[in-house]
């Protein structure tokens, strides 16, 4: 006999629930996390490092998570600021879920530590579908990758609560059309903020962890049109919509 | 390729719901897959077969259902059709302040299974020779 089953379940359900207990969980310990989303090499290691080097000078407990498939040259570039950071290895796998972000951090994350960023691997498709139980989500982007990057992702810059462009340095020599990339980013997150930044000139230094800052303990100041979900009018049928997406009032 | 993750968890997921229901095999696995959810429908197919293997779930076939992305704009209520890669501005009052109505979804629907065991039997040989 044949049968159907109704089920109505989120594929990502497990994901979401532990991801919302590690955000609970660490907004009562006093840290935000941040996760960081980039195409491989756009430079989020380097920025990482500028920015966790300012965070010890000013005496700010930072700690820092970087994924890779293989090697710990990250976690070694970055230890060279001085704060407490850890190397995950994914074997393979092209993002982090929020339980292994859990299981890394057990009798590892200082107590203390304000803010907690998250490198996620070098991905800007697969990590974007993921919720870390971040504070904050921070899409990059260098600018020899073409303004158009954000329309090409839209999962990862539509869901970012700030959006870096990194090695401004090299915007002439690479003819990087600003207005058009912002454009593009405000087509699909309308009213997220775009900063230009560089290690080389110091260009938006200090902008990641203002905001890492401002994020803690309260839901990040811009709220993402795609994170956001409303009902359909009804039609005298019901819908579902636990799951898919849910607003943060 | 996410793609094999959200499959094992499919299968995780309707494997399940499923364990308390009577004998059978699951036939096909209907899930809803949104416009803007960041999911290639080709590589959830190719990776779903892989994941069914050696499960309850071999040899079921996966529909997807597509959702296409629409965003409403909370001050004017205009509604429209995001588009892909989606125009999240409104495109009445020009206002940023919209919602998604769709188009983020990934979820299991339903699941068409047959039951083993509650085939009638065949009638009795009749003894008329």
């Known amino acids: ?58 005496g700010i407990p930072v700690a820092a998570l970087t994924a890779d498939l293989a090697t710990e040259n990250d976690a070694r570039r970055l230890g060279r600021s001085g704060a407490p950071v850890k190397q995950v290895l994914t074997d393979g796998l092209c993002h982090l879920e929020a339980d292994m972000l859990r299981g890394h ?88 903020e775009t900063v230009l930044t560089s290690t080389r000139t110091g260009e938006g230094a200090g902008v990641l962890l203002e905001h890492a800052l401002a994020a803690h303990g309260n839901a990040p100041a811009h709220r993402p049109v795609m994170a956001r979900q409303v009902l359909p009018r009804e039609h005298g049928h019901t819908h579902h919509h636990d799951g898919v997406a849910h607003s943060h009032s | 390729m996410h793609e094999m993750s959200l499959a094992l968890a499919v299968v995780d997921q309707v494997d399940g719901a499923l364990r308390d229901e009577p004998p059978g095999t ?24 892989l994941a069914c293997e050696g499960t309850a779930l071999e040899g079921a076939a996966l529909h997807i259902d597509t959702v296409p992305g629409r965003a409403r704009c909370t001050p004017c209520g205009q509604e429209w059709a995001t588009g892909m890669p989606p125009h999240l501005h409104c495109p009445a009052c020009r206002g940023t302040a919209a919602a998604l109505v769709a188009g983020r979804e990934l979820r299991i629907v339903s699941v068409h299974r047959t039951d083993h065991g509650v085939v009638p039997a065949p009638a009795p040989a009749s003894e008329e020779n």
């Not at chain 1, 800007?124 to 919720?131: E, I, S």
């Open chain 2, 26 to 49: 699951v036939d096909t696995v209907r899930l809803q897959v949104g416009e803007l959810a960041g999911v290639v429908a080709d590589a959830l197919h190719f990776s779903f077969t």
């Open chain 1, 1 to 58: 006999m044949c049968r159907v089953v109704d089920l109505q379940q989120a594929v990502l359900a497990e994901n979401d629930r532990r991801a919302r207990a590690l955000r609970s969980e660490l907004t009562a310990r006093g840290t935000s996390v941040v996760n960081l989303l980039s195409s491989p090499g756009s430079g989020k290691t380097a920025l990482l490092e500028a920015e966790l080097t300012l965070a010890r000078s000013r």
């Open chain 1, 105 to 192: 951090l057990d009798g590892w994350l200082p107590d203390g530590t304000r803010v907690l960023f998250v490198e996620n691997v070098g991905n800007l498709v697969c990590p974007a579908t993921y919720d870390l139980g971040e504070t904050l989500r921070v899409a990059l982007c260098s600018v020899t990758e073409g303004e158009d990057k954000p329309l090409k992702y839209p999962t990862a810059f539509g869901l970012a609560h700030l959006v870096l462009v990194t090695k401004s340095d090299l915007a002439d020599a690479v003819g990087f059309d600003e207005a058009a990339f912002r454009a593009h980013v405000q087509q699909i997150n309308p009213g997220v």
